[in-house]
């Protein structure tokens, strides 16, 4: 469907005129078909994106490269989605696009179906959902069993004759100038799709793969040569893009001179940088810019010099041309098929639902992949529920990984309760994962969630250093993240009861977490594995079926993971009466929707302590801390000793969990005042007025013993208060009074030491 590049020649003559090249760039498409100009979005949608890719080529006739660096499928809009993607493929055909990096989200059902289906020629019988025009290339992607390329060479039935590749690189002649393109997917791949999808390919050093690969290129002629990658910067600053504190930037300071430009991608970012006399840019995502790269190149020399290197708004360019007009109609009629489609497969309802179920977000608004969330857990639930029955493994517990979240589920606008939809529910989860039972240790569960905070498969902190897991119904998980890196999860348990690190628990997860995905390679030693067969998608149409038919499925926001940080200085035991102190974090889910305590109340046992405040402000951060509280309570008096616990609950959340404390003896305090201070033997008559306290208690009972002078009194105390007369001295000289409070079964005893002196006269 795209037109083939004009080709003036493939020899520059002798003392050739410098030739004007234009490279054209998109990146994590991502299956936007429609235009999006929602909450400050601006996405193009992909007839405009495809007539403005057009436009921008009439400025340069035949000497125009579209490109691309991955993610163009994959995490797709329902209307893309629910037909493999096929409308996305049919758009960018049209718009002509010549070649793009892999990204990982190509690889999302794996290997076989990316060149098997997507890189396959279309044929309406044998593979009516593939037939991409465009040559695909990674050469750090390479075969296990001979380490080739991975990837394909489709050029035979590309637009262009002249272009050629190798799976690795793509090579096409413009103007007389041959351009060289290297491919790249980031290095993260095995943890970012299904292990299983790739397991018979290996990923190798971008730097290394491109440098290597950019050599040969220019030893076979190329006087241009591009990086395509899937791999990008952090924010959108020069420096972080140059940093070898990132991976990107390490790409950046890492790749030789014989690469001109490095087109990016996999953060979602736009920038356009130079960067050692080079452009390092980004279009951003889904459709809403496109990079412009023009450069003036000597094919006697191979001198490259950039004239133009900018963003372009891809909705901002009227079509003039008619080729660019045409292109946006026929792609236009693509869409709105797609759309007619997807409307009837979509409409469907499934169920009712109470309220929102939102994935985290910061306090910008953007995604937080860091935080729990109530979409998260009611994904995880569902997935528990639907292996539950003992031929799916019985499932007691299972988890779900934040990035297999697309989207919100929100329901038909108009209020709460709302109708859900089986678009609106085929969204959230578009990947078409199966669910996987097997068997785990409480230890291995722990790994897991140790595993929450992120190394990949190098043992360096990734992209997103931080990945929440959802986690079902029933369990719930402290930790203190300041403890040390592998030990910072502090409890678990099941249905009110402690996971025994010893005992067996049958576990749930998609087939993407089973594998190892996202860097959760504990789920690796999960034995008796079983893939049940189930899809993730009908997991949740069965089970609003059977829970949101006809009664709205209410949104659980209770916290299934909840942060604990007892002071360095913490006692190993509290008495009663005494302050016991600790941090507490991960009390709220992040939307406003959200239901939020503004206090849990406090339990010792049975006894009610009070309660502390929750600070619930969102920041910037990508963890689950929000939901904070500074806790200082006191024991009070009513509080059994022995081993109890702190019990905490929200009363909006639901939120609720205890913690083991031991709690001992509040600590007795007895004074002692003694009349009159002179004493006379054999005449006066000494009074003892006592008193026992004890912090925290109100009433102090038990019994006081007080020797002295050779005899022995016993009082009771009354209202912790007691009066002893003693007898007369019958002998001169100082006299120890031993006052002793024997304590009771809340406070432990005391005892004072009195020393008069007894005179003559």
Same mark, same amino acid.
């Given at each position: ?5 004009a080709?003036?020649?493939t020899?520059?003559?002798? @003392? ?26 601006q ?21 125009t490269?579209?490109?691309a ?17 096929? $409308? ?23 290997? @076989? ?20 025009n ?7 992607v ?16 590309? $637009? ?6 190798d ?22 791949l095995?943890s970012?799709?299904s ?10 050093? +971008? ?12 030893? #076979?002629?190329?006087?241009?040569v ?5 791999e ?5 600053t020069a420096?972080?893009?140059s ?40 279009a951003?995502?889904?459709?809403t ?6 450069m ?65 977000k ?17 994904v ?32 038909v ?16 989860? $578009?990947?078409a994962?199966?669910?996987v039972?097997m068997? /785990? ?11 929450q ?11 997103r ?14 930790y ?11 409890? /678990? ?5 402690? +996971? ?23 789920? @690796? ?20 079926a ?17 942060g604990?940080?007892?002071a ?12 016991? %102190?600790?941090s ?21 046992? #049975? ?6 405040a929750?600070?619930n402000? +969102? ?10 509280s500074?806790?200082?309570?006191k ?5 059994k ?23 001992? %003896? ?12 002179r ?14 306290s004890?912090?925290?208690l ?5 019994? +006081? ?13 009354k ?21 002793s409070?024997?304590? @009771? ?13 007894v005179?003559?006269?």
């Open positions: 469907m795209a037109a083939p590049l080709v003036i020649s020899a520059a003559p002798a @003392n050739a005129a410098p030739v004007t090249i234009q490279i054209l760039a998109t990146n994590d498409f991502h299956g936007r078909l429609l235009s999006n100009t929602s909450n400050g979005a996405e193009a949608g992909a007839a405009q994106l495809a007539g403005a890719v057009k436009q921008l080529e009439s400025d340069h006739p035949g000497t490269v579209f490109t660096a991955g993610d163009l499928i994959g995490a797709s809009t329902f209307e893309s989605f629910i037909q493999r993607d096929k $409308p996305t493929l049919d758009a960018l055909n049209a718009a002509g696009l010549d070649v793009s990096s892999a990204g990982n989200h190509e690889f999302d059902a794996g290997y @076989n179906d990316l060149v098997s289906r997507v890189m396959a020629p279309y044929d309406a019988t044998t593979n009516p959902e593939g037939g991409a465009w040559q695909y290339i990674a050469a750090n390479r075969k296990k069993s001979d380490s080739s390329y991975a990837l394909p060479d489709v050029t035979a039935r590309t $637009p262009d004759a002249n272009d050629a590749s799976g690795g690189t793509w090579t096409t002649t413009v103007g007389g100038v041959k351009i060289g393109f290297v491919g790249g997917v980031t290095e993260e095995p970012l799709v292990p299983s999808g790739i397991a018979d390919l290996k990923i190798s050093s +971008i730097i290394d793969e491109t440098n290597a690969a950019a050599d040969r290129l220019k030893a #076979d002629g190329a006087d241009v591009v990086l395509l990658v899937h990008g910067a952090p924010d959108t420096a972080s893009a940093s070898n504190a990132n991976a990107f930037g390490r790409i950046v300071n890492g790749v030789d001179g014989d690469v001109s430009a490095i087109i990016s991608g996999h953060t979602h970012l736009a920038y356009n940088h130079t960067i050692n006399g080079r452009p390092v840019v980004s951003g995502q889904y459709g810019n496109l990079n412009r790269l023009v003036s190149v000597d094919p006697d020399t191979d001198a490259v010099s950039v004239t133009t290197n900018d963003i372009v708004r891809a909705n901002t360019v009227t079509l003039t041309d008619q080729t660019a007009i045409d292109t946006k109609a026929a792609v236009t009629t693509l869409v709105s098929d797609a759309v007619t489609k997807a409307d009837v497969l979509g409409a469907r309802v499934l169920g009712k639902i109470a309220g929102p179920f939102n994935r985290a910061l306090a910008d608004g953007t995604e937080n992949r860091g935080g729990e969330s109530t979409a998260g857990n009611l995880a639930e569902v997935q528990r529920w639907a292996t539950s029955t003992p031929e799916a493994g019985g499932a007691q517990i299972a988890f779900m990984n934040p990035g297999g979240l697309r989207q919100d589920m929100t329901g606008a108009g209020g709460f309760p709302a109708n859900l939809t089986y678009k609106q529910a085929a969204v959230v989860q $578009p990947f994962n199966t669910l039972n068997k /785990m240790t409480g230890a291995q569960i722990k790994t897991v969630l140790e595993q905070w992120q190394r990949d498969g190098s043992g360096n902190v990734p992209t250093p931080f990945l929440r897991l959802g986690v079902s119904e029933g369990f719930l998980a402290t203190d993240a300041k403890r040390p890196e592998g030990d910072r999860v502090t409890g /678990m348990w099941l249905n009110g009861k402690a +996971i025994d690190k010893a005992a067996s628990y049958s576990v749930t997860v998609n087939s993407f977490l089973a594998s190892g995905g996202d860097n959760f390679r504990g789920f @690796n030693a999960g034995t008796g594995k079983r893939d049940t067969g189930r899809v993730d998608l009908q997991a949740m149409v069965d089970y609003l059977a829970k949101a038919a006809t009664t709205p499925l209410a949104v659980r926001s209770e916290q299934r993971q909840v604990v940080s007892w360095a200085d913490a006692p190993r035991f509290y008495r009663i009466g005494q302050d016991v %102190k600790l507490l974090s991960s009390l709220a889910m992040s939307t406003a929707a959200d239901a939020k305590d503004a206090a849990l109340a406090i339990k010792a046992g #049975d006894v009610a302590l009070g309660s502390t929750v600070d402000t +969102i920041g910037t951060s990508p963890f689950d801390d929000y939901g904070t500074a806790v200082s309570v024991l009070k008096g009513k509080t000793t022995g081993k109890q616990v702190l019990t905490f609950t929200g009363a909006s959340t639901g939120t609720t969990f205890s913690l083991p404390i031991d709690v001992r %003896k509040a600590k007795g305090a007895l004074k002692v005042r003694t009349k009159p201070e004493v006379v033997k054999g005449k006066t008559r000494m009074r003892l007025k006592l008193k026992a004890a912090l925290g109100s009433k102090v009972t038990g019994k +006081i013993t007080v020797k002295a002078g050779g005899k022995t009194y016993t009082v009771k105390l209202k912790g208060k007691a009066f002893v007369r003693l007898d007369r001295f019958a002998n001169t000289g100082k006299k120890r009074i031993v006052v409070y024997a304590g @009771n079964r809340k406070i432990r005893g005391d005892r004072e030491v009195v020393v008069v002196k005179r003559r006269r």
